[in-house]
Structure formats: structure tokens, C-alpha cells
């Protein structure tokens, strides 16, 4: 009943676009390729007679692209045998990413077509019973066999489809001197730019694309198996790693692993942060880390291994300094933005209906996504302000402005999270006012931040007090810092997993550590400096002189 039930809300929902048409292709058959063989209901028949329609709606190549992704499931027989009548394309990745067991394969290849049983036959670690079923049939392996059918394909890659035989004329109608001319002109091109190939020689510059591809490769992502070996990686970077086991305990391996990732890889916990080292072509050569997370099959629960990004330590001999590093950095930004603001966009196309009616689960799930994308926008802006400021690529804007209301409103603002949970801010303060050499928006940023920050990591009736004064030419801002900060050392306050815990007011996306992070350098490209003294922070900021404001009766003797 639970698979049925989300039949029906696919069901529900028209294909008015292509777009549309290729959700609902890909939910079809996740949905249906997970389904026992045993499985039949009208919702069932319902649902592969709308997958024979958008067949006719979706291009072959779109089709087994989809059919190609590593998180889809192909567990059902007759999905499997509907597929395989398709367009070659679509038939070959349906082989490739079939996983049946014995019996099933069994039962299926008598029915499948021969240009099907081809692909099948390609597969590798089919169970001897299934070969012996093959070769009976007349179904034998190639000289050279398009691809390994165990591994994933690449995105973007078609499969190499075996081509069907050549039909040969009677010998009666052909004569040996009847040969069309073109045949001996193509084959006398072919051996001229095959001996052009080997005798010229190759300049300096010169590389093949893939060795550019990866002369600089920062990171990658890529998927292992429950064994630990790499079964897929990006396009450019997959002839190099996969193979590899990231989890590899042999002294001859070319990849040695940590012992913190082997810990994590023996219990099927997620890997952060661990370190491997792999031998190899120098694209690929040297220290990594590694942050993985292990996935599970549904229903079930079975260990499939892990989902990952590997990428070059980010220390002073491999990283750039200075403005090199930022601009990288704001690249990498840059390239996030634009899939984020794309998801971003399509979930509030789902969610304002602009394609059609959308059914409320799918409004409801499409209104979370677009929330979660714009934090995640916010959160680059933060990561990129941040850059920007520590490689001085930016500056505050300029400005005065009294810092003594901007905390009072800010403390006010946040009474509405404090008061229930009787914790706050007090404020002491003996000036009149607090002029700082700061642009009045900037000062409300960072004085939001800061506090913001503190009073999301306070305890229930924790009550934080704040000391403002003036200093000659300085401002001084002594903040308490609540118990649950207090614990670490040193700086250690400041690093971006400081405090990373959830909370129920945070100042960012990135945590305490790095909205503290981020608040001292807005303090020290103002001038002033955010430190830490024991269990205090303190803020100071140069003093700046407020112009007054003429009232009204000076106005008026102006004019006149």
C-alpha cells in the first residue's frame, strides 16, 4: 500500500511539459523498479501504461541518461523486460543497471530480444548458471566489447550499441568488377592518416585532453561499492581512480588510507576529513581528504557503500596565498551559486503551479527546497565576505555612526527568542553615546551578528552582560561568553566547527565559529579587532566624530 500510494500521487499529477514528463519518468521507475515481481493492482498497470507514454514523449537519449543514474532501481522483472524493447540506448542501459538475482535473470533472458541478451552478455560477474543459459542461446562475447557493463556510465556518455550486420547481396548481382571505386579511396585515406598519426611527432605543449583536465584537480567526486572500490567518478578524473579502494588495508595498495578512515569504513560511519594517499599519475598523486557518506539499499538496509568528495589539502604548499586563493575561492562560489539557483528556481516554479496543477505534497516539499536554497545562498554571500575581507580584496563602507541604539535595538530584537527561555543581555553602558568610524548598515551587521551569535548559544536562565565605554579614541565592547563556549582554547573559539551544534538562533549556516570568524574580520577591516580575553570577547572599534544635527530654529536662521 505505501508503494501504491505514491503511485497515485504520480499518477495524479499531468505531464504538461517535458520537464514535468522527465520527473515523472524518473519516479516511475524508481517506484516500479522497486516493486517485488509478485506485485499487481490496477495502480501498477495504471503506472506502466503512463511510462509507455512518456516513452513516446521523452527522446531515447534523455531516457537512458536516466536510466544510467547510480541512484535509481532496477529490481523488477518486468519493468526490466518492457525497457528492453526500446531503442538500443535505452535497452543497453537498462542491462547495465538491472540488478537481479539468479532466478530472475533465468526466467527474464528467454523473453528478451537479441540485440537485449547482447548487452546482458556483457555484463560481468553473471552467476555460471546465467553464462551456460547464454551460451545455449547463442549469445557470445565480442572481440572487443563496447564497455565493462559492471561499472556505471559516465554522465553524458552513450553506450557504443552493437551495430546490426551488414546485409550482402547476392553474389550473382555483385561482380568482382562491379566493387564501387569508393571503397579503395576510403581505405587509402584511412592507412595515409594512420601513417600521418604515427610518424608526426608531437609537440611540447601538446597534451591530451584528459591530462589537461586533471593537471590541476583540487577535488572530485566519486562512489564505491560495498567493498570500498571506486565504481564511478567525475568523467575527467574516473580513467585514473576508478579501481581504487579507498579503504585499502594492503601495504602494496596504491591507496593508503588512515586509520581514523579505516575505523570509519569498518563500521559504516560517515568519513570526514580523513586523509589517503594515493599513488599514481601525478594528476591524481599525494595526500587527499575525504568526506563520504555511506548509503544503505531500500527497503532492506543492505551497505552499498559510499558517496563522496575527495579534494587537495588547502595548506601553504598546495594552495595558493594571498589574492590567488580568494580568487579561487570566489570561483568555487560562483559555480555553487548557479545549480543551487537553479533548483532554487525550479522548486518555486513547482510550488506557484506556472507548469500546471501540482498536487499540495509536492507544493509543500518544493516550498521547503526553495527555503533551504536560499539559505544556502546566504550562507555563499557570508563565505564569500568572509574571503574577500582576509585577502583585503574588500573594505567596510566608510561612515560614523553611534553604536549605543544599534545595541539596545539589537538586544530588544532578541528578547522575543530570550524571554521565554529567561536568559538575555544586559547592557552597561555610562556614555551618552558611542561613536565608531562605521557605516550605520555595517554597524548593525555586526553588532547583529555578534550577539546573535551569543544568544543562540546560551543555556535557559543564562543572562550574558555586556560592558560598552569609550577609551580615548577606542571603543570597548566586553562581551561574557556564555558556559557552552567558554570550554574551548585559545582561538580554537573562532575555527568554523566551533559550536556547529544545531540551535534554535543562529547568525549564519556555518555555525558559531565562523560567524565569530567572520565578525572579527568585519572588525579588523573597520580598524578595530575582535579578541578573546579568558571567558570575555572583546570588541574594539575606533572612535569616530558624530555631526550633529541642527534643529529646527538653526534651520530657520540659516535661511533667513
Known amino acids: 500500500m505505501h508503494f501504491d500510494d505514491r503511485l497515485d500521487t504520480v499518477l495524479r499529477s499531468p505531464a504538461g511539459s517535458e520537464t514535468i514528463a522527465r520527473v515523472q519518468f524518473r519516479q516511475l521507475i524508481d517506484l516500479l523498479g522497486s516493486l517485488p515481481d509478485t506485485a499487481q493492482s490496477p495502480r501498477v498497470d495504471a503506472a506502466y501504461l503512463r511510462l509507455g507514454e512518456l516513452d513516446a514523449a521523452i527522446p531515447a537519449r534523455e531516457r537512458a541518461a536516466i536510466l544510467r543514474e547510480?541512484?535509481?532501481?532496477?529490481?523488477?522483472?518486468?519493468?526490466?523486460?518492457?525497457?528492453?524493447?526500446?531503442?538500443?540506448?535505452?535497452?543497453?542501459?537498462?542491462?547495465?543497471?538491472?540488478?537481479?538475482?539468479?532466478?530472475?535473470?533465468?526466467?527474464?533472458?528467454?523473453?528478451?530480444?537479441?540485440?537485449?541478451?547482447?548487452?546482458?552478455?556483457?555484463?560481468?560477474?553473471?552467476?555460471?548458471?546465467?553464462?551456460?543459459?547464454?551460451?545455449?542461446?547463442?549469445?557470445?562475447?565480442?572481440?572487443?566489447?563496447?564497455?565493462?557493463?559492471?561499472?556505471?556510465?559516465?554522465?553524458?556518455?552513450?553506450?557504443?550499441?552493437?551495430?546490426?550486420?551488414?546485409?550482402?547481396?547476392?553474389?550473382?548481382?555483385?561482380?568482382?568488377?562491379?566493387?564501387?571505386?569508393?571503397?579503395?579511396?576510403?581505405g587509402a585515406i584511412v592507412r595515409r592518416i594512420e601513417a600521418f598519426r604515427k610518424t608526426r611527432p608531437i609537440a611540447d605543449d601538446e597534451a591530451p585532453a584528459a591530462d589537461a583536465a586533471l593537471r590541476h584537480l583540487p577535488a572530485f567526486d566519486f562512489a564505491t561499492d560495498s567493498e570500498g572500490r571506486i565504481?564511478?567518478?567525475?568523467?575527467?578524473?574516473?580513467?585514473?581512480?576508478?579501481?581504487?579502494?579507498?579503504?585499502?588495508?594492503?601495504?602494496?595498495?596504491?591507496?593508503?588510507?588512515?586509520?581514523?578512515?579505516?575505523?570509519?569504513?569498518?563500521?559504516r560511519q560517515p568519513?570526514?576529513?580523513?586523509?589517503?594517499?594515493?599513488?599514481?599519475?601525478?594528476?591524481?598523486?599525494?595526500?587527499?581528504?575525504?568526506?563520504a557518506a555511506?548509503?544503505?539499499?531500500?527497503?532492506?538496509?543492505?551497505?552499498?557503500?559510499?558517496?563522496?568528495?575527495?579534494?587537495?589539502?588547502?595548506?601553504?604548499?598546495?594552495?595558493?596565498?594571498?589574492?590567488?586563493?580568494?580568487?579561487?575561492?570566489?570561483?568555487?562560489?560562483?559555480?555553487?551559486?548557479?545549480?543551487?539557483?537553479?533548483?532554487?528556481?525550479?522548486?518555486e516554479v513547482?510550488?506557484?503551479?506556472?507548469?500546471?496543477?501540482?498536487?499540495?505534497?509536492?507544493?509543500?516539499l518544493a516550498a521547503t527546497v526553495a527555503s533551504d536554497g536560499a539559505r544556502m545562498l546566504a550562507g555563499f554571500e557570508e563565505l564569500e565576505r568572509l574571503v574577500k575581507l582576509d585577502s583585503g580584496a574588500m573594505a567596510l563602507e566608510p561612515g560614523a555612526s553611534d553604536l549605543l541604539p544599534?545595541?539596545?535595538?539589537?538586544?530588544?530584537?532578541?528578547?522575543?527568542f530570550n524571554a521565554p527561555r529567561h536568559s538575555g543581555l544586559e547592557l552597561e553602558c555610562e556614555d551618552a553615546a558611542l561613536p565608531v568610524a562605521l557605516a550605520p548598515i555595517e554597524a548593525q551587521r555586526l553588532v547583529w551578528r555578534l550577539l546573535a551569535t551569543l544568544a543562540g548559544t546560551t543555556s535557559p536562565g543564562e543572562v550574558?552582560?555586556?560592558?560598552?565605554?569609550?577609551?580615548?579614541?577606542?571603543?570597548?565592547?566586553?562581551?561574557?561568553?556564555?558556559?557552552s563556549l567558554a570550554f574551548s582554547d585559545g582561538d580554537a573559539l573562532f575555527d568554523a566547527g566551533a559550536g556547529g551544534q544545531p540551535q534554535a538562533l543562529a547568525a549564519g549556516m556555518f555555525g558559531?565559529?565562523?560567524?565569530?570568524?567572520?565578525?572579527?574580520?568585519?572588525?579588523?577591516?573597520?580598524?578595530?579587532?575582535?579578541?578573546?580575553?579568558?571567558?570575555?570577547?572583546?570588541?574594539?572599534?575606533?572612535?569616530?566624530?558624530?555631526?550633529?544635527?541642527?534643529d529646527r530654529t538653526e534651520l530657520d536662521a540659516n535661511v533667513r
Open 70 to 186: 547510480p541512484v535509481l532501481r532496477l529490481r523488477a522483472s518486468r519493468l526490466i523486460a518492457q525497457l528492453a524493447v526500446a531503442e538500443p540506448e535505452v535497452a543497453a542501459a537498462t542491462m547495465a543497471r538491472a540488478e537481479l538475482d539468479e532466478d530472475q535473470w533465468l526466467d527474464l533472458i528467454p523473453a528478451l530480444p537479441v540485440g537485449a541478451r547482447g548487452f546482458v552478455r556483457h555484463r560481468r560477474g553473471l552467476p555460471p548458471r546465467v553464462v551456460d543459459l547464454l551460451a545455449r542461446l547463442g549469445v557470445a562475447d565480442r572481440g572487443l566489447p563496447p564497455a565493462p557493463f559492471d561499472a556505471p556510465f559516465e554522465a553524458g556518455v552513450e553506450p557504443e550499441v552493437e551495430p546490426e550486420p551488414a546485409r550482402i547481396a547476392p553474389l550473382s548481382l555483385v561482380e568482382p568488377s562491379e566493387a564501387p571505386p569508393q571503397i579503395d579511396e576510403i
Open 231 to 267: 565504481v564511478w567518478a567525475e568523467a575527467g578524473v574516473a580513467p585514473a581512480v576508478v579501481g581504487l579502494r579507498i579503504a585499502a588495508r594492503d601495504p602494496e595498495s596504491p591507496a593508503q588510507s588512515s586509520p581514523g578512515l579505516l575505523a570509519a569504513f569498518r563500521h
Open 406 to 416: 544599534v545595541l539596545a535595538a539589537t538586544i530588544a530584537q532578541l528578547e522575543g
Open 271 to 291: 568519513i570526514a576529513r580523513a586523509t589517503i594517499r594515493i599513488e599514481g599519475a601525478p594528476a591524481i598523486a599525494g595526500l587527499w581528504r575525504i568526506d
Open 464 to 483: 550574558l552582560r555586556l560592558r560598552a565605554r569609550m577609551r580615548g579614541d577606542r571603543l570597548r565592547l566586553t562581551l561574557r561568553l556564555p558556559a
Open 512 to 550: 558559531t565559529g565562523f560567524a565569530l570568524r567572520l565578525a572579527a574580520a568585519e572588525a579588523k577591516s573597520a580598524g578595530g579587532a575582535l579578541e578573546r580575553r579568558q571567558d570575555k570577547l572583546r570588541l574594539t572599534l575606533p572612535a569616530a566624530t558624530l555631526t550633529p544635527v541642527p
Open 294 to 347: 555511506p548509503r544503505f539499499d531500500q527497503p532492506g538496509g543492505r551497505f552499498a557503500g559510499y558517496v563522496g568528495r575527495m579534494r587537495r589539502p588547502t595548506d601553504g604548499n598546495t594552495a595558493p596565498a594571498g589574492d590567488g586563493e580568494a580568487d579561487r575561492m570566489r570561483q568555487i562560489l560562483h559555480e555553487l551559486r548557479t545549480p543551487v539557483n537553479a533548483i532554487q528556481g525550479f522548486a
Open 350 to 364: 513547482i510550488q506557484q503551479q506556472l507548469f500546471g496543477p501540482t498536487p499540495h505534497e509536492y507544493r509543500a
